[in-house]
């Protein structure tokens, strides 16, 4: 990478939004002139990196925060740049709420994403989640020694979820679509700086895509890129996960913005491509055996040789849950399960469940259940 970027507006704090010591000073870097990043430490659930490219009397925002709170904190470091350029067009990297839950602050301009995500955005209402955090600030308080094994299960999912959803507000979240779509590739250009769209989906999600500045060297990875935090597969392929990340380092940009942690380097994403060859060739294994996807996933996340991985300490390892659910459904292998969002609810208990055999993992606020 040609130079490091620099932080012209920090916005520290203490701790991250979960308690822990930050690894980053969070604020607005400018990665190359004009081409920012919104760097929010420690990169674990919904500590989302957001761009912001300034074209010259109109600005890009690259993705929001989880809610509307923290978007809009977001918009007040940026006011150095809006307020000469102010943010005329959106892009959404892809559906996930804590990259376009704060599109309606913008829902006056341009909001442009694939066609996959524009299709993929409505799965997750934001009323759900509003009372899904308050269902599991109960449950996370029953008694932990009750009566059965499925009660105690309700404890660790309450506390899991209610630590993962105590920073967020979702309260008068109005999903926000995209009014523009694209397949494939396109070129935004604002005020002669082309910006390159590019999917890359499905993957991480229905519909990845990636942003890129030629004019800056600057490439903006969503959620296909995860630094020191557990990258996590809910659509797949395998094959575009790591087709994805090979094509991120084609660009050798000066600068890699990850969807969530630091500033990306050509050895950060060749870790990323060592997990997503080493975790399903051991899940597989597991499958051959016959385990579950669960089974699978418990056994090769509590191996020893998996603690000996330096990703076994990146933030939120338990996500092999999900990844481990996606690629048994890829090599066709059926599992039973709950339909719509009680399926879900319990996918979500099974990662509970891992994450507190994970203690030592992070953020500890999630894994620590006493
Ligand atoms: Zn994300």
């Not at 994403?269 to 080493?278: A, N, S, V």
Request: charged letters at 20%; a negative charge.
């Amino acid at each position: 990478m040609a130079k490091q970027p620099i932080l012209r507006q920090p916005s520290p704090a203490a701790t991250t939004r979960f308690g822990e010591v930050p690894h980053f000073t969070q604020g607005l870097y400018e990665c190359a002139a004009g081409a920012y990043a919104y760097m929010v430490p420690n990169g674990s659930w919904g500590e989302t990196n957001i761009g912001l490219i300034d074209c010259g009397g109109e600005s890009v925002l690259i993705d929001t925060c989880w809610d509307l709170k923290f978007t809009r904190e977001l918009l007040k470091v940026c006011e150095p740049v809006t307020c000469r350029s102010p943010i005329e067009y959106m892009i959404n990297t892809h559906a996930d709420g804590d990259h376009c839950w704060g599109n309606q602050l913008f829902a006056d301009k341009p909001i442009i994403a694939t066609a996959n995500t524009q299709a993929a955005m409505a799965h997750i209402r934001p009323d759900s989640l509003r009372l899904l955090k308050g269902a599991s600030r109960v449950m996370a308080r029953l008694p932990k020694l009750a009566v059965s094994q499925r009660a105690n299960q309700a404890v660790v999912l309450g506390h899991y979820m209610a630590g993962m959803f105590a920073p967020y507000d979702f309260t008068g979240v109005a999903l926000t679509p995209p009014t523009e779509t694209f397949s494939g590739e396109r070129s935004l250009y604002v005020r002669g700086t082309q910006i390159v769209l590019r999917e890359l989906g499905p993957a991480h999600s229905d519909g990845d895509a990636l942003v890129y500045v030629p004019s800056k060297g600057v490439l903006y990875a969503g959620d296909i890129l995860f630094v020191g935090a557990t990258p996590v597969m809910w659509a797949g392929p395998l094959e575009n996960m790591t087709a994805g990340l090979r094509a991120l380092c084609d660009y050798k940009a000066q600068a890699i913005v990850p969807g969530h942690g630091p500033f990306a380097t050509l050895a950060d994403i060749e870790r990323l491509l060592e997990y997503w060859d080493w975790v399903p060739e051991r899940l597989q294994r597991c499958a051959l055996s016959g385990m579950s996807s669960f089974e699978a996933a418990h056994s090769v996340a509590l191996s020893q040789e998996f603690q000996q991985k330096a990703f076994a300490k990146w933030d939120s390892a338990e996500r092999i849950v999900t990844s481990a659910a996606t690629l048994y459904r890829e090599w066709g292998i059926s599992e039973d399960g709950l339909p719509g969002k009680l399926g879900e609810l319990a996918h979500f208990a099974r990662q509970a469940t891992l994450a507190e055999q994970l203690a030592d993992n992070t953020p500890r606020r999630m894994h620590r259940f006493n």
